[in-house]
């Protein structure tokens, strides 16, 4: 083995089973490497095939010890060494394409306690961890859940009707209800381990370990903690994670790129929490738009540049947020123009509106809708005064050819025009 007594934490937001709490530590046993074998194909029911085209292939091996106990934290686990692997450029390919498969052992024991089960109840004889069967080959996260949940139940039903569980080497098919026998086991025999004498040891030194911690990348753990705490970011738990499971880290590096690029601008007024802006328009906007493309992500579909440049002018309330989409979309549908060609060329950019425009449309609006005017200063109905910012944002908007009203001083206009003796005269 290459190491022996690790651990791996997961954590409630990696997706263990609610019954594990905040947090469960799963011990590593040992890291070993082993060659690849011939692949089982089942062809039909009474029919298998064998692919040797991986045959002696070197593969690591990463055997956890038994203190998983339910199915999904056993796929959460799986999904965070795959996740480790790939932040370390250890594992560049996913479970979808052979690049990670995973192994369970499954084994079932009563709930309570261990003692000795007495003669006569249907448990008899089973203490402590049952007799375990292996499934192999797993190549997704949501086979390895299923395949453990089939197998726990078959196991369940076995013991249940009298039977005995048999230690075994079993197979799954994605979609399928039940596991099915491929071999038994026998013990270590039963592999037909064999020393490679073309192999040699290989020393692994204290100066190499100390290299290797002082130049691996962050980890996930330490990538979602900065997402979610660092005031920079800001970021909820669910988008952190999504930048960290999408698109095999690509979409996470276009979010630093165009993050970075926001804050090189000067003239941009930086909200504390920057990242939280271009998390959003990252995940859900332009990820809206290849959602409904049906495309996979490609960072070229809109530059990091041309994002940065629309961000900076909504910030600099150059354009309004309806624009800076109108405009991504088309950059994203093909258009090679400079964001601020576009801008201009489909008059987007944001014309200034006197104070006088604000105090004239707000009074305007408050004259010509006396009865929720009333609702508001008799009632006390505060909530319909965002109606008003609203109607005098679309009237507005229209007037200045696509934006450029600021909410808070359609909020204050219309305050101000409510209180006026006009107004309230209006309404008696």
């Not at 498969?101 to 089960?117: F, L, Q």
Request: net charge neutral; proline share 4%.
């Amino acid at each position: 083995p290459f190491a022996r007594d690790g651990s791996i934490t997961l954590y409630k937001h990696d997706g263990i089973a609610p019954e594990d709490g905040e947090e469960i530590v799963v011990g590593i046993k040992q890291v070993q490497m082993e060659q690849d074998t011939a692949k089982t194909i089942q062809e039909t029911a009474t029919t298998s095939l064998l692919d040797f085209n991986r045959v002696s292939h070197p593969l690591i091996e990463i055997i956890t010890l038994p203190h998983i106990h339910h199915p999904s934290t056993a796929a959460a686990c799986v999904r965070k060494i795959q996740a480790i692997l790939k932040s370390v450029n250890a594992c560049t390919a996913g479970m979808e394409i052979g690049g990670l498969r995973a192994d369970v052992n499954v084994s079932v024991r009563r709930r309570h306690d261990n003692s000795i089960i007495e003669e006569g109840n249907q448990y008899y004889g089973v203490t402590g961890l049952g007799q375990r069967t292996e499934i192999k080959n797993l190549s997704s996260f949501k086979a390895v859940e299923e395949a453990i949940i089939a197998e726990r139940n078959r196991q369940i039903r076995l013991l249940e009707n009298g039977g005995v569980v048999e230690g075994e080497t079993r197979g799954w098919t994605l979609g399928s209800t039940e596991t099915r026998r491929l071999r038994g086991k026998e013990g270590e025999v039963d592999y037909r381990y064999m020393p490679d004498p073309d192999i040699q040891p290989v020393f692994i030194s204290d100066e190499l370990i100390n290299h290797l911690r002082s130049t691996l990348p962050a980890v996930p753990d330490s990538i979602l903690t900065t997402l979610t705490t660092d005031p920079t970011h800001g970021l909820t738990m669910k988008d952190a994670k999504t930048l960290l499971s999408s698109d095999d880290g690509d979409r996470l590096e276009y979010y630093f790129d165009v993050l970075a690029r926001l804050q090189a601008k000067e003239k941009v007024d930086q909200p504390k929490y920057l990242g939280r802006v271009v998390g959003n328009w990252v995940i859900h906007e332009l990820g809206g738009l290849f959602s409904k493309a049906e495309i996979l992500w490609s960072a070229q579909q809109v530059p990091p540049s041309s994002l940065a440049a629309i961000l900076s002018k909504i910030l600099q309330e150059k354009i309004s947020h309806d624009s800076g989409k109108k405009i991504m979309a088309m950059i994203f549908a093909g258009d090679e123009r400079r964001v601020s060609i576009i801008a201009k060329e489909n008059k987007m950019i944001v014309q200034d509106i006197s104070e006088d425009i604000y105090t004239q449309t707000a009074e305007a609006l408050v004259r010509e809708n006396p009865e929720i005017a009333k609702a508001i200063q008799e009632k006390g109905q505060k909530g319909k005064i965002m109606w008003f910012v609203g109607q005098m944002m679309k009237t507005m908007s229209k007037q200045t050819g696509g934006g450029g009203v600021k909410p808070d001083l359609a909020k204050e206009a219309i305050i101000k025009a409510l209180d006026r003796p006009a107004a309230k005269g209006a309404k008696q």
